[in-house]
Every structure is written in C-alpha cells, then in structure tokens.
C-alpha cells in the first residue's frame, strides 16, 4: 500500500491540484449550481467512460486504435432510436439480418468440408474469393429487393423528425405494412440463407487450416438453426409483431432498445475484427487508416438513412412524469409519479440526464470491472495485454478472445450511444465529438488501465460542465472584479490543456504504467 | 520404445528470418531428452517450432503419431504439449494463483493437480496470492514449471531452467524436474552441461540451425572432443 502511494504521488498531487481548482472555482456559485453541475459531470463523464473503456479494452489486448468508436458510438444511438420510434423497421430489418447470421454461422461446419478439399494453394485462394464475392453479389441481389421502409431512401431520411415528435407528444404514427411484392417470400428466405452460406463456404476454404481438429455434433446445428427460425418466425408474424411492439409501454420498448444497440454493436465488432482488422494485425498503420476509413463510411451511411438534421429520443414514461409531486423531493414521490425531476438542494435535477445516466455509467465499471478481476475471460485478457504467445502455448484460443474483447468494445460504445441520445438527442456528428473526448480522457488516465479510462472520463466530464456553467453564470477571477465567462469553443480547449498538464508530469497518463 | 515426437528435419523461419535450415531427432517416451548447443544456436526455436510458434515451412512435427506442422498453436498445445519458455514468461498482473489457474484445459484440472505441484515445490504454497512480479527468479522458474503441469500434458519443453539460478536452487530444480519426468516425456533445454548431464538421457546437438548430432548421454559425457568441438569448454 506504502509502495502504492509512493508510486502514484505524482498522480495524486495532480489530483489534489484539480480537486483544489475546482473547489476554488465553486465558491462563486451556489451550492445548487455546483450540485447540478458536478452530476452532469459524472453523467457526460458516465457516457465518454462507456466509448473509452471499449477504446482502452481493444487497444490493450489487440494494439489496434479503433478510431471508428465515435461512429459505432453514434450508430448505437441511431439504431436504439430505431428500434424505439420505428420498430416497424427494426422487425423487417430482423428477418434479413438473422437469415445472415444463419449463413454465415455455418461457417464452423463448412471448416471440416473445406479441410477435406485439396486444392493447389493459388487455386484455393481464387476459388474461395470468387465464391465469397458470389455469395455476397447474390446477397445484394436479394436484400435490395426485400420489403424494408428503409429502400425508400429519400423519403425514410426524411421522417425520423416527425416520427420523433409524435412519439414525444405521445401519438405513434403507424406506418403502412411493407410487404414482399418484387420477389416471393420464400425465395427472399432460401435466397438470403444460400447466398450467405457460399460466402461463409468460401471463408471457410479460404482458412482451411484453422479448423482441421473440429468435430462436429449437433451442437454446431443449434445456432444456425435458432437464427434460421427466428428470421423465418419474424417474417411470418412481422404484422404481429409490430403492432404489439408499437402498443408496448415504452419502458420496455426502451430496455429493447437498449440491448438491440448493445447486440449491434457486439456483432459489428465481432464482423470488424474477422474481417477487416485480422489481415492487418501487422500493420498498424494501414489498421489505423482502415478504422477511420470505417468510421467515415459509417457516418455517411447513417446520414444517407435518417438524414443529416438533429432529431430527439423522446424519454420513456418512466423518466417523464409531471403530474401530481413532482418534482419529487423523495424517494416514494420519485417511484410512484415517475417524476421527471427531482428536488434536490432546493435545485430541480432531471432524472434521466444527471441520475439515471451516471449510475449506468457507474454499473457498467463495477460488471466490467468483475468481468477482468473474477472471470476467467478477464484472465486471459490480463495475461494476453502482455504476451499473446504464451497464452497461446498453454493451449488457450486468443484469437477468439480477441475476436470477443473487439465485439466487447464496440458493444459498450454503442451502449453509451443509445443511453446518451435520450439526454443529447441524435445527430451525425455526435460521435466525433465523444471520440475526442474518449481520447483526452485516456491520455489523461492512462491508455491501457481500466480504472484510468474511468478517472480520465471523470475529470474530462467534469471540466466540460464545470465551463459550460461558467459559461452561463461567469466565473469571478480572484483578486479581481473581473468576471470571466469561457465562450463555448473553450469547453474542449479546456480538456486539451488538462491533458498537456497531466502529459507533461506524467507521459504515461494518471495511471498508466511507468514503462 | 516408441517415440513420444519425431521432428523430421524441418525449416523453420521467424519473421522473414530462415532460422532452422534441417533439425532432425526424435524424442523416446518416458525419458528426459536435451537440446544442446551454443548460444543462438536454434534451441529455442526448435521448441517454437513444435509448438507452431514459429512456422515450419519445410519437414515435420509428428506428435503422437500426428502431424502437427501448420496448426495453430492453442490446437498444438491443447493435445498435451506444456511449454515452460526461456525467462519464464510469468503472467505480471496475476496472482501466482491464477498463473496456475489460466493453464487449465479442463475445469477442476488445478484441483486434481494441487498435491502433485505443491509436493514438487512446496515453496508455492506460500506465494499464492503475491502477484507474478513479486517472486524471485528461483520462486518464478518454479511457477513456470508448476504451470505447465497443471494440464494433463504428456510432453513437456523447458527451456533454460537453470539460467541466472543460485546453485542451491539449481539443485532443488534437479531433483524436481527428475520427478516430474517420471509422469510426462521431457525435452530439455540447457546450456548448463553439468545440469544437462544429470538429468537427461538422450541428446541432441544443434549448430547453427542444423542437428549435428544425437544419442545417448553417457556416450557424450566419454567424448570430450566432441563436447569440446560443439559446445565449447565443458
Ligand atoms: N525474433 C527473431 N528475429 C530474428 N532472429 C531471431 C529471432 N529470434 C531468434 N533469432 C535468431 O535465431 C537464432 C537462433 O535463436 P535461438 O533459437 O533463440 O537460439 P538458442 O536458444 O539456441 O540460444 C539466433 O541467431 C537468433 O539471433
Ligand atoms: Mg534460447
């Protein structure tokens, strides 16, 4: 413990400074302000902890930057939007993607299949690549003539704005059931199934030697066969479903939204780090040009679909209550009016924004936390971030661990995605704007510790609010009669020159290692 | 008596980095076998090579009668090969506790084990919960061993025991390493000819990526010439 202190000294002196700087620069507030101002910290803190954390998980464990964690930030918020205020399209979007899957899980069954074909290896390599560009072509073919609002292009960027207002004044617009017209149902189903299962044939062929020792049991039919009669059920009662979903109360509806952008954002990474980042493994800087790239394309294809302008996440019941006490200034008020706001110190506290987001955010640290320390995943993580070869050797499958510390990452940008776009509604540059944050919040904590990533996000939150307040109600210099009120443009500059600071003393972050 | 591994005279590169240009032996089950040779000889990356750590394009590795060149490690060592690396690769952020633990294949292998490894190196017991770092070289060389037995591997590569240990230490190695040869079939590692001697039965030379020569331990230890002309002074 001695040693612990002695070690971190410098971290805490720099702790004990910020600590200082801000109780100096409260005093020109009221204890109201400073109250209301710090939860908005944690809860901005909470929301860049989520897309840090995944940001320091990835490149701890794998070395790769992912600089696509702003756009998958943003495309959870989109898709949890989705699934909340259009789960019409969520549920037609549902068959394709789960018949995709189903595809593409065949893959580990293809392995024994593939390992029994000798070809000379030139010849394997062009068969397998004409095979997965065929079953990709014939995906494409089948998906663009699937019954889904989203073809539509121009007209279905145009409506989130108006779908989200009448959600928020509580109306729901149903839209009109699509329905198949320019193909039959059941070629769409075997179209999408088959044409998946080539390319995963080809994936297979063309890593024949990866699989060689499996064997095969029924228990590999189990997933493709769960997905495949998914897909096949949310075709045939996609009406149902539907309606059911539109008339749910949106408490629930919110907690699906939740775990759909969660789910996405897991089978995005899981999709990157196979497809796209395994190849470059040795490149780090064609991996870095390839992140970005993907993150550029995602933000156009977002913009593409629901369009460029900002549009709101109306707040599920839970969190809109107005009626009857509220504000709450209890407990029991709070559960039983669903309260929108709360009393506190005599300021009102909106519950959503600066209660409900920071103890997710909180939540979140302690399960990921559990997850690396008690897990035996965790382990493996731990002694991977420092030598990938021994781990290796004792038997252990790191790239499948890889694989799911990638989908683990990116879930968790996705998660702050969708907690966060109720507070900040939904634009396509939301995204750049937290990755900056992300980043200075682990140059200031440390780029491969956990706890750091939580610590710098803090601080970086913090700061943030702290300006935007001082923004608003000036902040008196001391000594002086000056009042001094930061412009907008100083809220991040402000957490740049946090960061110098604490880069200049300590190279390594907070607490970072000393290496 | 049947042999446990037979490397046929494989090529085997690092990078771009052609390093072993024909090393060829075999290894007899149930006996203690010794790679020697010079510093930088190809040693270590023999026993890279047969784990698939480093990529043999040329030759064999038959492991219990399986050809195993070309797999990918996790699968290599999964049917029953326990490494124990050069400078002891001991996992820093985990409690020697959990050193143990992430070698399970199976769980409850640590369990079944515990007596067998706490009995070869009862040093252990006490360090359980320090963390990796904390631990001498003598303390971590036996948590490196102790890892690989946790599994059920009926080979095992060490490579270097001895190096950088007090000669007291060296001993209690010995005797352990003679132990626990009588469970599983080892290749060993040693520049230290004394310890090589003691321990192993058969040997290998390897010079400057090649097998030059192999047979009995007894043999070598009469030939002073030859341990004179590939392993310097003995
Ligand atoms: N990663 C590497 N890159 C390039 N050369 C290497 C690498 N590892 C080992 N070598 C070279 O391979 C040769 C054999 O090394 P090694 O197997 O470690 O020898 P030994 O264990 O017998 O001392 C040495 O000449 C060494 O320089
Ligand atoms: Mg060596």
Redesign the interface.
């Known amino acids: 413990m001695k040693t612990n202190l002695r070690k971190n000294s410098k971290a805490i002196i720099i702790l004990v400074i910020i600590a200082a700087f801000l109780f100096v620069a409260a005093r020109g507030m009221s204890g109201r302000d400073v109250l209301i101002t710090v939860l908005r910290g944690f809860s901005t803190g909470s929301v860049t902890f989520l897309v840090a954390a995944g940001f320091s998980l990835i490149f701890g464990l794998l070395d790769v930057l992912n600089l696509a964690q702003g756009t998958l930030y943003m495309i959870g918020a989109y898709v949890g939007w989705t699934v909340y205020v259009r789960p019409d399209t969520f549920i037609d979007v549902l068959t394709p993607v789960l018949l995709i899957l189903a595809g593409f899980s065949l893959s580990a069954l293809w392995g024994r299949l593939a390992s029994r074909i000798q070809l000379a290896p030139k010849a394997r390599k062009i068969i397998s690549w004409l095979l997965i560009l065929a079953g990709l072509g014939l995906l494409a073919l089948v998906l663009t003539r699937y019954p889904i609002a989203i073809w539509n292009l121009n007209n279905y960027s145009e409506s989130p704005i108006t779908y989200s207002y009448m959600a928020d004044q509580g109306l729901r617009i149903i839209p009109a059931e699509v329905t198949f017209e320019k193909i039959s149902p059941f070629l769409a189903i075997a179209g999408l199934l088959v044409s998946s299962a080539i390319s995963a044939f080809g994936i297979a062929l063309l890593n024949r030697?990866?699989s060689?020792?499996q064997t095969i049991n029924w228990r590999k039919f189990l997933v493709p066969a769960l997905l495949l009669l998914g897909g096949i059920l949310a075709a045939v009662f996609n009406a149902q479903i539907t309606s059911w979903m539109f008339a749910m109360s949106t408490n629930w509806l919110f907690v699906i939204a939740i775990l759909i952008a969660i789910l996405s954002g897991v089978g995005l990474g899981a999709l990157m780090e196979t497809t796209l980042i395994r190849p470059l493994y040795s490149r780090p800087i064609y991996q870095l040009m390839l992140t970005l790239g993907l993150g550029t394309i995602g933000l156009q294809i977002v913009q593409a679909v629901w369009g460029r302008p900002e549009f709101v996440w109306p707040k599920p019941e839970f969190f809109t209550g107005t009626g009857g006490a509220c504000p709450a200034t209890n407990l029991a008020d709070l559960l039983e009016n669903n309260c929108s706001t709360v009393f506190l110190l005599g300021g009102r506290v909106r519950v959503y924004d600066e209660i409900f987001i920071p103890i997710v955010g909180i939540i979140v640290l302690i399960v990921v936390w559990i997850l690396l320390k008690r897990s035996?995943i965790g382990?493996?993580i731990?002694?991977g971030?420092?030598?990938r070869?021994?781990?290796?050797?004792?038997?252990?499958?790191?790239?499948r661990v890889f694989t799911l510390v990638f989908a683990l990452g990116v879930g968790l940008a996705t998660f702050g995605g969708a907690l966060a776009a109720p507070s900040t509604g939904l634009t396509p540059v939301m995204g750049e704007r937290l990755l900056l944050s992300a980043l200075i919040a682990l140059a200031i904590g440390g780029l491969t510790s956990f706890p750091g990533a939580a610590l710098g996000s803090l601080l970086v939150g913090l700061i943030q609010q702290f300006m935007i307040k001082y923004g608003q109600i000036g902040i008196p210099l001391p000594f002086t009669d000056v009042v001094f009120k930061p412009s907008p443009p100083l809220v991040p500059a402000s957490t740049v020159l946090l960061m110098v600071i604490v880069l200049l003393i300590l190279p390594g972050g907070l607490l970072g290692s000393k290496e | 008596m049947s042999n446990i591994l037979e490397v046929k005279n494989i090529h085997s590169f690092i990078n771009q980095f052609h390093i072993l240009q024909d090393v060829d032996f075999v290894v007899p089950e149930g006996s203690i076998t010794a790679l020697l040779g010079r510093n930088g000889a190809g040693k270590t990356t023999t026993l890279k090579s047969i784990?698939g750590?480093a990529s043999v394009r040329e030759g064999k590795v038959i492991f219990e009668g399986r050809e195993v060149q070309?797999?990918?490690?996790?699968?290599i060592?999964?049917l029953g090969i326990g490494?124990v690396?050069e400078h002891r690769?001991i996992?820093?952020?985990?409690s020697v506790e959990?050193n143990l633990?992430?070698?399970e294949?199976n769980k409850g292998d640590l369990d079944r084990k515990r007596t067998f490894i706490f009995d070869l190196f009862p040093d252990l017991k006490k360090f359980l919960n320090l963390r990796g770092t904390d631990l001498s070289g003598g303390q971590q060389q036996m948590l490196a061993i102790a890892?690989a037995l946790v599994?059920d591997n009926s080979l095992l590569l060490i490579d270097e025991p001895s190096e950088g240990l007090a000669p007291v230490i060296i001993e209690h190695m010995i005797d352990a390493i003679r132990q626990l040869s009588e469970q599983s079939t080892v290749v060993l590692v040693e520049q230290n000819f004394l310890v090589a001697s003691k321990l192993a039965k058969y040997f290998v030379i390897i010079e400057e990526g090649k097998s030059v020569a192999s047979g009995l331990m007894k043999d070598l230890e009469a030939d002073k010439a030859m341990i004179h002309r590939y392993l310097g002074a003995a």
């Open positions: 030697n990866e060689r020792s035996r382990m493996i731990r002694a971030v420092q030598d070869q021994m781990v290796e050797a004792l038997g252990i499958n790191v790239r | 784990l750590l070309g797999m990918p490690p996790f699968e060592a999964a490494f690396p690769a996992f820093r952020d985990l959990e633990k992430i070698a294949r890892r599994a």
